[in-house]
């Protein structure tokens, strides 16, 4: 008992945390499900549980989506969230897997604010910037609205790179490691978020670099090579890749960044909540502020540091970081919109205001730095007031719009799954395939001869079937063709063609009976990006060995 009472004492922030996370997530404990308008997270989830169970290590193409006809999904979209998904679903079932990683996503990067802030400026500063970072109305948005679980996800894991980065420099080995494995979580869970945040990343380790007068230079080179090298088997095909689909449905219509953009009273003082969707002006019902008391607190800590005596190196810091906060504030403003013109990459962001998950960043450390600066003795009460503001003024944002009854075989049967099934159907859809207007077929289609098909089966990664040849017949599957399908027949390579109407894979057999098998490969640079990862790995494990 005195050992639990010591460490309760100990790390009390750490249970205040959790217990303020229960003020945001207080809807995921509900039964059912919740509202929100990126209704796929069961079908990917269901999706990543057939690539496990056809051990397609790493998943990549899912045989349901694309209204049956099957998608590339996880060689471009982050997979992390559905790793974690697929193995709790095991225990929770996919709508509980749902909801428990939405909670991860809600509280978990305060818990890595905490750990950041303190280390730098104190434990009441750690905690009041922890909870700014808990209750900021986008992260409201991203969750209850949005329901954009890898974004979110990936905004729980950015303060841990940058807590982890931090220490390796100034302490303990083991953080390089700990900075490795972080940073590679992160660059699978969520393309955009690795875009914005991976210049914060090397910006901030290259900082404490120099104030460490470039001793870890080495050390931290090689974590950063790991971490990319790790996460090759994802970050490669999907950057490099993407001219095998159709990438022009990610920016068209209600998704170019032009169509988009949010005004400075969005920004600072709106406050109408609504479930609506992004469009230009007030109109669309979505609510895309900054947050009260964040912009209000940068400025209070950028004047603060000028008033007060601290170190050359953390004024530095301070200001580079408010620095940031207003680029992501002017990138969200159509008075950028010269960077969004010139730098091709940007366009596929679809949202400008995708960086408002930079100014909740940057706008709850600077609210940490307004308790350091103060006196040590008012920092217990100005955190506390703090607090008491960002809650009374966020709170009531977290919140779904409508909650449903509803069970895993509900959502995963009928209407529901037939929803999800055609749900996002051009995100991904590859180059050579056309937009279906109905859900494929169950079964191959006999476009010409006569023949009869029997036992097939449909995997994440293969298919076969059985087929007794009367007369010369074209099969088509219902499959899109994605390098690289390849065909077997009676166990030898078969030529497969795609030119049909809606690209999908389609071979020609004389009369006979035929063993047909269909198999999900690998193009050569998926081989390498799998290859790169695997000795990532090994390397990251020697290094674990000698840093013992």
């Known amino acids: 008992?005195?050992?639990?009472?010591?460490?309760?004492?100990?790390?009390?922030?750490?249970?205040?945390?959790?217990?303020?996370?229960?003020?945001?997530?207080?809807?995921?404990?509900?039964?059912?499900?919740?509202?929100?308008?990126?209704?796929?997270?069961?079908?990917?989830?269901?999706?990543?549980?057939?690539?496990?169970?056809?051990?397609?290590?790493?998943?990549?193409?899912?045989?349901?989506?694309?209204?049956?006809?099957?998608?590339?999904?996880?060689?471009?979209?982050?997979?992390?969230?559905?790793?974690?998904?697929?193995?709790?679903?095991?225990?929770?079932?996919?709508?509980?897997?749902?909801?428990?990683?939405?909670?991860?996503?809600?509280?978990?990067?305060?818990?890595?604010?905490?750990?950041?802030?303190?280390?730098?400026?104190?434990?009441?500063?750690?905690?009041?910037?922890?909870?700014?970072?808990?209750?900021?109305?986008?992260?409201?948005?991203?969750?209850?609205?949005?329901?954009?679980?890898?974004?979110?996800?990936?905004?729980?894991?950015?303060?841990?790179?940058?807590?982890?980065?931090?220490?390796?420099?100034?302490?303990?080995?083991?953080?390089?490691?700990?900075?490795?494995?972080?940073?590679?979580?992160?660059l699978i869970t969520h393309n955009i978020m690795t875009v914005i945040f991976v210049p914060i990343v090397l910006v901030w380790m290259f900082y404490w670099v120099w104030v460490g007068k470039?001793?870890?230079?080495?050390?931290?080179?090689?974590?950063?090579?790991?971490?990319?090298?790790?996460?090759?088997?994802?970050?490669?095909?999907?950057?490099?890749?993407?001219?095998?689909?159709?990438?022009?449905?990610?920016?068209?219509?209600?998704?170019?960044?032009?169509?988009?953009?949010?005004?400075?009273?969005?920004?600072?003082?709106?406050?109408?909540?609504?479930?609506?969707?992004?469009?230009?002006?007030p109109e669309g019902g979505m609510n895309f502020q900054i947050g009260w008391p964040y912009w209000l607190l940068t400025i209070v800590s950028v004047v603060a540091i000028f008033l007060t005596k601290i170190k050359k190196e953390t004024k530095i810091l301070v200001l580079g970081i408010f620095t940031v906060f207003l680029f992501s504030i002017f990138m969200t403003h159509n008075k950028s919109t010269i960077f969004w013109e010139n730098i091709s990459i940007l366009q596929f962001f679809q949202f400008p205001w995708r960086f408002l998950s930079l100014s909740i960043l940057t706008s709850s450390i600077l609210g940490g730095v307004v308790v350091f600066i103060a006196k040590e003795k008012y920092r217990k009460i100005i955190s506390l007031l703090i607090i008491i503001l960002a809650i009374f003024l966020n709170w009531g944002y977290f919140r779904p719009r409508e909650y449903y009854s509803v069970s895993d075989s509900e959502k995963l049967s009928g209407k529901l799954w037939d929803d999800q099934r055609k749900g996002a159907l051009l995100d991904y859809l590859p180059k050579t395939a056309l937009e279906p207007r109905e859900a494929a077929q169950i079964d191959p289609i006999i476009i010409s001869g006569d023949a009869i098909i029997y036992d097939f089966v449909n995997k994440s990664n293969k298919f076969s079937f059985n087929i007794d040849v009367k007369k010369d017949t074209q099969i088509e599957m219902p499959i899109f063709y994605f390098p690289n399908w390849e065909v077997e027949v009676n166990g030898k390579n078969h030529i497969i063609t795609h030119d049909n109407v809606l690209g999908r894979i389609s071979i020609f057999l004389p009369d006979g009976k035929y063993d047909v098998e269909g198999h999900f490969r690998n193009t050569l640079l998926r081989t390498f990006a799998n290859t790169l990862s695997i000795l990532s790995f090994i390397g990251l494990l020697i290094w674990t060995k000698k840093c013992k």
């Not at 790790?230 to 032009?258: C, G, H, I, W």
């Open 214 to 281: 470039f001793k870890a230079l080495k050390p931290i080179l090689l974590s950063l090579i790991l971490a990319f090298g790790m996460s090759a088997f994802f970050t490669l095909p999907a950057f490099l890749e993407k001219n095998l689909v159709q990438t022009e449905s990610l920016t068209r219509f209600e998704l170019d960044y032009r169509a988009n953009f949010i005004s400075v009273k969005q920004l600072f003082l709106d406050r109408v909540w609504g479930y609506g969707t992004s469009i230009p002006g």
């Open 1 to 186: 008992m005195a050992n639990i009472k010591e460490t309760i004492k100990k790390h009390w922030p750490f249970l205040v945390i959790f217990i303020f996370g229960l003020f945001v997530s207080w809807p995921l404990f509900r039964s059912g499900y919740f509202s929100h308008q990126d209704d796929l997270q069961i079908i990917r989830i269901f999706e990543m549980r057939k690539c496990f169970s056809d051990f397609q290590i790493p998943c990549r193409w899912v045989p349901d989506m694309g209204w049956g006809n099957g998608m590339p999904l996880f060689n471009f979209y982050g997979p992390l969230a559905y790793y974690l998904g697929a193995i709790l679903s095991f225990v929770f079932g996919f709508i509980g897997s749902a909801k428990i990683l939405f909670f991860m996503a809600l509280i978990g990067g305060s818990f890595g604010m905490y750990l950041l802030i303190k280390n730098l400026w104190g434990k009441y500063a750690g905690l009041t910037s922890a909870i700014l970072y808990m209750f900021a109305p986008y992260k409201a948005l991203d969750i209850y609205v949005r329901g954009a679980l890898s974004e979110s996800l990936a905004l729980s894991i950015i303060p841990f790179v940058l807590y982890f980065g931090y220490k390796a420099i100034v302490s303990e080995k083991k953080n390089y490691l700990l900075f490795s494995l972080t940073l590679f979580l992160f």
